[in-house]
């Protein structure tokens, strides 16, 4: 799969293909021309009150896993679309705001689809 995962806060490079930010909130302190965003996909991103349940506690990290995955099963139509976007391009980056590295979202998302 060519998916690959990164920061938004990182720079923008040309290896990134097809940027896709997976976060529900816009990053704090990122513009619309500094995110270069191809896509903002918010509605793949954890619900609202799961997001606040998890509060990127690591401690939560499994917790989250498994209920997040279980939201993006009945999440199909946004799935779908992702699945969609990443056999159109040759590479894609999901984006995401947390400074966490190994527990987020777009970690989530990326082995989802690998199922």
Known sequence: ???????????????????????????????KEKANLDL????????TELRK???????KWTGFQ???KTELSKNL???????TLIKK???VTLLYATRDEEHNEAIVIKHFLSR
């Open 40 to 47: 903002w996909l918010k509605e793949i991103a954890p619900s």
């Open 77 to 83: 139509e946004y799935v779908t679309m992702l699945e």
């Open 66 to 68: 498994r209920k997040y």
């Open 89 to 91: 391009n040759k590479r």
């Open 1 to 31: 799969m060519k998916v690959h995962l990164k920061r938004i806060y990182d720079e923008t490079t040309e290896e990134d293909g097809f940027r896709i930010l997976v976060d529900r909130l816009w990053p704090r302190g990122v513009s």
């Open 53 to 59: 349940w998890f509060n990127h506690d690591a401690k």
